[in-house]
C-alpha cells in the first residue's frame, strides 16, 4: 500500500496548485458575474496539457494514469470549482470519443479538445428523465448515409459555451429502454442546433441549458461504437467521472478549511487567538477528518481504474458523499468566520451554491445509494 504520489504526480501537483492560485483563484467572483469562462484560459490549460491527459498521445494526449487526472482536477478546483469543469468534461467524453470514435474522428476533435480550442459536452438528460436516463425520447432516424435528430437534452453543463456534444438519442424502441440507445458526436454549429440557459443559483460561469435539436443531420461516421450501446458507454464514463467529481468538490472544501484555519490564528476576540475556542476548532478538526477520508476515497476509486478493477459502488460513494460534505464543509467555514463570512466579500456564499449543483447533477445521492447497494448485495 503506497498512500504517496510519484515524483512526477508531485511535479505536476506543485505547477498546477502555483497555476490554480496565480491565475484561476482571482478571477473566481469574476467569472460568475461574466457567466461563462475565458477561451483564453481554457487554451492555456491546454497548452499546459491539463486537458484529457490520460487520452493516448496519439489523440492528443499525455498517457497520463487517473489517479495524475485526479490530481490535475483537485488542485485546478482549489482555485475555481467551475473552471474544474473543463478538465472533467475533457476526460469523460474524451474516454468515450477514443474508446468509440473512429481514429478519424477521435484524432480531429480531441487535438482541439486537449489543446483548449474546442470545448466538448455531454447530452444526456431529457426533460422527462432526469434520474430515469434510460428513459430517452430524442429520436435518431436513419437516413440515407447518416441519422436525423429530434428532441430536446436539458441541463446540460456548459450547453451555450460547447463546441461539440456527445449526444445520447434513441435509435430503437422506447420499449427497448437502455438497448436502444446510442451516442452520437455533433458539432454545435450544426444547422438545427439551438441553445437556452437557465438562471441557476450557482454555476453561473459554467452554465446549464437545454439543447434543442430540430431536424439535425448526423453523418453515420458521427456514431460513437455500435447502435445501441451508447447507455453502456455513457455508464462506464460516469465511474470515472464521478470520482472526479468528488475530488473537484472536496479541494473546494479543503481551500475553505485552509482558509479557516488561517483565519482563527489572526481573528482576536476576548484577549485570545480564536483558535484558543474549542466550539469553532472541533467542528472544523471533525470536517478536516471527513474531507481527508473523503479524499483517499477518491484516489481509491481512480486507482482501481488505472488498475482495471470494477469500481462501481466505489464511484457511488465518490459522487454522494464529495459534493455533501463539500457543502457542509463550506458552510461550517462560513459560519467560522462570523459575519465577514457572510458577506460576498468572502468566496463561502458562492462556494457554496456552486458544490450544492453537484447533489443533483451526474447522478443524485439516492441514485448513488442505489448502485453502492445493488454492489453490495450477494449477487
Known amino acids: 500500500m503506497n498512500f504517496g504520489f510519484n515524483e512526477h504526480q508531485t511535479a505536476i501537483r506543485d505547477s498546477v496548485a502555483r497555476f490554480s492560485a496565480d491565475v484561476l483563484m482571482p478571477g473566481y467572483r469574476r467569472r460568475e458575474r461574466e457567466g461563462c469562462i475565458e477561451r483564453s484560459l481554457i487554451e492555456q490549460m491546454g497548452g499546459m496539457g491539463l486537458l484529457g491527459g490520460e487520452l493516448p498521445e496519439a489523440f492528443g494526449g499525455s498517457g497520463l494514469d487517473c489517479v495524475t487526472a485526479g490530481i490535475i482536477i483537485e488542485e ?31 484524432r480531429e476533435w480531441l487535438g482541439e479538445i486537449t489543446a483548449g480550442r474546442k470545448v466538448v459536452c455531454i447530452a444526456l438528460t431529457e426533460p422527462s428523465g432526469g434520474s430515469d436516463a434510460a428513459n430517452l425520447r430524442l429520436k435518431a432516424e436513419h437516413n440515407g448515409d447518416g441519422y436525423i435528430l429530434n428532441g430536446e437534452k436539458t441541463s446540460i453543463s456548459m450547453a451555450d459555451q460547447a463546441d461539440v456534444a456527445v449526444v445520447f438519442a434513441r435509435t430503437g424502441t422506447q420499449e427497448s429502454r437502455a438497448n436502444g440507445i446510442s451516442a452520437f458526436l455533433v ?62 468538490c472536496l479541494a473546494t472544501a479543503q481551500q475553505s478549511l485552509d482558509e479557516t484555519w488561517q483565519w482563527l490564528t489572526e481573528r482576536d476576540a476576548f484577549g485570545q487567538k480564536l483558535s484558543a475556542f474549542q466550539g469553532l476548532t472541533h467542528p472544523l478538526a471533525e470536517y478536516q477528518t471527513y474531507v481527508q477520508a473523503a479524499r483517499l476515497q477518491c484516489y481509491y476509486a481512480l486507482w482501481l481504474k488505472d488498475s482495471g478493477q470494477r469500481h462501481n459502488a466505489e464511484a457511488a460513494m465518490n459522487k454522494w458523499w464529495g459534493p455533501k460534505l463539500a457543502f457542509d464543509v463550506v458552510k461550517q467555514c462560513m459560519l467560522a468566520h462570523g459575519h465577514t463570512g457572510w458577506g460576498e466579500d468572502l468566496p463561502f456564499s458562492q462556494r457554496m451554491r456552486d458544490v450544492l449543483g453537484l447533489q443533483i447533477g451526474d447522478g443524485t445521492a439516492q441514485i448513488m445509494k442505489n448502485i453502492i447497494a445493488r454492489e453490495c448485495l450477494p449477487r
Open 76 to 106: 485546478i478546483s482549489r482555485g475555481d470549482f467551475n473552471v474544474g469543469y473543463i478538465p472533467l468534461l475533457a476526460s469523460l467524453n474524451g474516454q468515450i470519443i477514443a474508446q468509440h470514435a473512429a481514429p478519424e474522428l477521435a
Open 187 to 248: 458539432p454545435m454549429d450544426s444547422p438545427g442546433i439551438s441553445t437556452t440557459r437557465f438562471d441557476d443559483a450557482g454555476q453561473r460561469c459554467i452554465g446549464r441549458g437545454s439543447i434543442f435539436f430540430d431536424n439535425v443531420r448526423v453523418p453515420a461516421s458521427h456514431r460513437l461504437g455500435d447502435e445501441g450501446q451508447g447507455f453502456k458507454q455513457v455508464m462506464q464514463g460516469f465511474d470515472y467521472s464521478r470520482a472526479l467529481i468528488g475530488l473537484q
